[in-house]
């Protein structure tokens, strides 16, 4: 398990079962595991996502497909949040 933190200081986990998860939906990952976890730590940007979660995006130039944006879904557990 590899623990990083959010730009707003929140722990973020990445579990071997939560990587295996990622690598089953998204095989051409199977190399980036340094990019998600840097793209936690040091965003582009922050989206608020549809379900709680939120969205890091960091632009990278060369990634084994071509130049990409990498979106990385996660939740801050404790974090409080508006529900109105």
Not at 2 to 24: A, K, S, Y
Not at 57 to 80: C, D, H, Q
Request: proline letters at 5%; aromatic letters at 8%; zero cysteines.
């Amino acid at each position: 398990m590899v623990i990083v933190h959010t730009h707003n200081g929140f722990p973020i986990r990445l579990t071997d079962e939560r990587w295996q998860h990622i690598m089953r939906r998204h095989p051409e990952m199977d190399t980036q595991r340094e990019r998600v976890l840097e793209t936690v730590e040091e965003p582009d940007s922050i989206q608020q996502g549809d379900y709680g979660e939120v969205l890091a995006i960091r632009f990278y130039r060369e990634t084994p497909l071509m130049s990409k944006f990498l979106a990385v879904a996660y939740k801050e557990i404790g974090r409080m949040t508006d529900s109105s």
